[in-house]
């Protein structure tokens, strides 16, 4: 009996010991993902413009900050991009204002490589697409180029990151960027649904750019605080009824943000709630 | 046997012996390192700590090296290296110091902390803004005590190693500055700051440290052109600020750093700015317009960007029926009272009279009365009283130097060739020369403090510093003396020599400042 008793716990200690460890957080898996703002109401969108550079400059670089995820890298480990087609739902409301149906389009004017950025796989590209052994964040470039069909169109760039050799894709949440490219005025990603200014148009932009000086880009907007913003309300506003003077003196109609709209007059709020 | 027992009872005898002999190497205590002539204290705000230790040893004085350090909470920072300390006080409340002294010849080592208890030199009593000899501002400040009152001159060149450029124009104070403190980057609420301002420049200068904040370009957003225009009025309410620049108008809203680019429109205003309570509308005349108007406040619901022009309409019960735009008329003086002239709101509702003169007649002077009632939205005229005098009555009313309010009484006091007048508005009288002064009488202004006080136990010790005092400053040789005179309902006014202050420089304004929350909120009447 007491032989029995000590061999079934011999071969009980047997199975517990041959149980298949689980995979723990660090078993070896890496990964990497993008940085994001996330105090952003859209912190995978990006813009770039070439707006008000020099007309000399044919590329620039927008820079991206990555994160390693899990182990450390160990050795020089390879970012994969891939470039990945944008498409969005589109909704057909009834009468009675519920949806009906709903279609899946793929968004116009994307960007192509080799037109309006330099493709992933180019080789100059490759030393920065790289975590170095024990680095936590790297910043990687994606250099976007001046095409002629930028002067009048903004082109996006959708892309991700994608399993490498090395590291794999983090939290799609995190993988996944748009970045629109322009040489005209373009929306900046951070002139949300709620900008201080009102809804976006070309010719309300235009006009901020040209009263103040200022590019009215994504860094701009994210460093004002509620007393700048109110600030600029009353230049724009300021500098509109004198330019509306001015244009009323030629005969001219108030500024718009369509001229064949006369409904479309421009205007500014005057006091920036936040 | 025996024998050799002796020998071996003094071999053990010598060698206790020998063991107790004497080799001197006894270890002695040195004496410890004392620090005297350091103790905690007390020091005014801005003023240096000036601190000469003594090291003794044993009672006799020796040679030490110092370090000095401040404390930040446990953090120690090192202040002085010398012998003795002398160091200007940076903060508020208190400071914890620590002397380390270190014995030349031995590196022996003592340390000693003590604490400062840091006193406000600005509490309670006068800001003296004053003109310098070659034209520029600065400041003294009176602090009044239970066992006298203490002066401290020339605090501004003391602040900022020079006077303010220009001559002085007004120094106020509040309780909200919101200040963007550039070491941390992050907004502090509800600095209690002094607003010097002259001609040329405006600061916040912090009360509790007398540290300036900010000055001249951080305090607008769009930097008027002090090379050819010239701040020429202030006025600072509870919640909002003014500047006339030239003519034109700036505003500051509460929480705001800055003030914001002058109103839009063809205007310029007159250097009066005339309010009625904590807040706006401030009463403001137009004199390229000849028109009465009104800076109103921005609001977290929209921004003021224009003067309020009052509307041509009239209350039924108006019958003087004047517009108060198109006046074609002068403005030389307005000012601000108490009493209510408007019959429908007789109480609750201050006065702002304003003497003027039509431009097609020189030979009258038309005094209007304004009643705040209607300065909230502009929509009715609020001119309720008007009476012409004839310049011929008084000609020193016409032309006078001076010009100031009785704060609770229809009265104007005028100093006319140094000579003292008032015109009692309620009798339609003058009476002249109640008072001659001697030098160049530089500064009139009637203040009735009655704001300074404190009658709840709960809020801190009773106290009452409340006075109706009509204040003259003059001017002889370099220095200047401000004459005092009490005001009694059936006294009038009466010199009180006691009071009188002296100084150097020419005195322009002058405020009673206390940290009173009840004047914070009618600081306009002591403007």
Redesign the interface.
């Known amino acids: 009996m007491i032989r029995a008793l000590i061999l079934s716990l011999c071969v009980a200690f047997c199975c517990v010991a041959c149980e298949e460890t689980l995979p723990d957080y660090g078993s070896g898996w890496r990964g990497v993902q993008f940085v994001l703002d996330e105090t952003s109401l859209n912190p995978n969108v990006y813009s770039y413009s070439f707006v008000g550079k020099d007309e000399s400059l044919t590329r620039d670089t927008v820079w991206l900050t990555v994160r390693s995820q899990g182990l450390m890298p160990e050795k020089t480990s390879r970012i994969k991009l891939e470039q990945y087609e944008g498409r969005e739902w589109q909704f057909v409301y009834g009468d009675d204002g519920l949806v009906i149906d709903s279609i899946l389009r793929v968004i116009p004017c994307q960007a192509e490589a080799g037109v309006h950025y330099v493709s992933f796989d180019d080789g100059q590209l490759a030393g920065y697409l790289a975590l170095e052994p024990g680095e936590l964040e790297a910043r990687i470039p994606v250099v976007v180029l001046r095409d002629e069909s930028l002067r009048d169109t903004t082109y996006t760039l959708f892309f991700r990151i994608v399993n490498s050799e090395d590291l794999m894709a983090g939290d799609e949440a995190h993988c996944n960027i748009e970045l629109r490219i322009a040489d005209c005025i373009s929306k900046p990603s951070a002139w949300d649904d709620w900008f201080f200014a009102g809804p976006w148009s070309r010719v309300k932009h235009e006009f901020m750019i040209r009263v103040t000086g200022e590019d009215w880009d994504n860094e701009l907007i994210n460093s004002l605080d509620r007393?700048d913003r109110?600030?600029y309300?009353?230049?724009f506003?300021?500098e509109l009824?004198a330019e509306n003077a001015e244009r009323a003196e030629q005969g001219l109609p108030p500024l718009r943000e369509n001229p064949d709209d006369p409904n479309s007059e421009l205007t500014f709020p005057?006091?920036a709630?936040w | 046997m025996k024998y050799i027992y002796y020998l071996m009872t003094v071999l053990v005898v010598g060698l206790l012996f020998s063991a107790c002999y004497d080799k001197e190497n006894t270890i002695r205590r040195l004496p410890d390192l004392v620090i005297g002539n350091v103790a905690s204290g007390s020091v005014k705000t801005g003023e240096p700590i000036e601190i000469t230790p003594t090291c003794t040893m044993g009672g006799e004085e020796v040679e030490c090296t110092y370090n000095w350090y401040r404390y930040h909470g446990s953090l120690a920072e090192l202040i002085s290296e010398e012998a003795s300390l002398e160091w200007r006080v940076d903060t508020i409340g208190s400071v914890t110091l620590q002397v380390e002294a270190t014995h030349v010849e031995t590196g022996i080592q003592s340390l000693l902390s003590f604490t400062y208890t840091i006193v406000p030199r600005i509490d309670r009593g006068w800001l003296i803004l004053k003109e310098t000899s070659d034209g520029n501002t600065d400041m003294d400040v009176s602090l009044v005590q239970a066992n006298g009152t203490e002066f401290a001159t020339d605090v501004l060149s003391l602040a900022l190693g020079q006077p303010m450029r220009g001559r002085p124009v007004s120094v106020l104070s509040t309780d909200n500055y919101m200040w963007y403190n550039p070491e941390t980057g992050s907004a502090e609420n509800y600095q209690v700051c002094l607003t010097p301002v002259s001609e040329k420049e405006i600061l916040m200068y912090r009360v509790a440290d007398e540290k300036v904040l900010v000055r001249n370009e951080d305090l607008f957003f769009e930097v008027p052109d002090f090379a050819s225009g010239s701040i020429e009025a202030y006025m600072k309410l509870s919640n909002n600020a003014s500047l006339i620049h030239d003519g034109r108008a700036h505003l500051m809203q509460q929480g705001t750093a800055a003030f914001m680019p002058a109103l839009l429109g063809n205007y310029h205003l007159a250097p009066y700015q005339v309010c009625y309570g904590y807040s706006n509308p401030m009463l403001v005349y137009d004199e390229l317009n000849s028109s009465f108007g009104l800076l109103q406040s921005s609001s977290n619901m929209s921004t003021v960007m224009e003067i309020k022009y009052f509307d041509n309409a009239y209350r039924d019960l108006d019958e003087l029926r004047i517009s108060p735009s198109g006046m074609n008329a002068d403005l030389i003086y307005m000012g601000q009272t108490d009493g209510s002239i408007d019959p429908e709101h007789l109480t609750n509702y201050g006065t702002a009279y304003a003497l003027m003169q039509k431009k097609d007649d020189r030979d009258n002077l038309l005094l209007y009365g304004l009643t705040s009632y209607e300065w909230y939205t502009g929509a009715y005229s609020p001119i309720r009283f008007a009476r012409t005098i004839p310049v011929s009555r008084c000609e020193a009313f016409a032309t006078a130097d001076f010009y100031t309010m009785h704060q609770t009484r229809n009265q104007i006091y005028f100093i006319k060739d140094n000579q003292l007048s008032y015109y009692d508005i309620d009798d339609d009288t003058f009476v002249m020369n109640i008072h001659t002064f001697e030098g160049e009488v530089t500064y009139c202004k009637y203040i009735a403090n009655n704001y300074d006080y404190n009658e709840s136990s709960w809020s801190g010790p009773l106290y009452d510093s409340r006075f109706d005092r009509l204040l003259v400053a003059t001017s002889s040789g370099t220095g200047y003396t401000i004459h005092s005179f009490n005001w009694f309902v059936n006294g009038g006014l009466t010199l009180v020599p006691d009071l009188e202050m002296r100084g150097e420089g020419k005195v322009r304004f002058m405020l009673w400042y206390t940290s009173n929350w009840r004047l914070f909120n009618n600081i306009y009447r002591y403007s």
Request: proline fraction near 0%; hydrophobic fraction near 25%.
């Open positions: 007393y109110n600030y309300l009353y230049v506003n300021r009824k005057t006091v709630y």
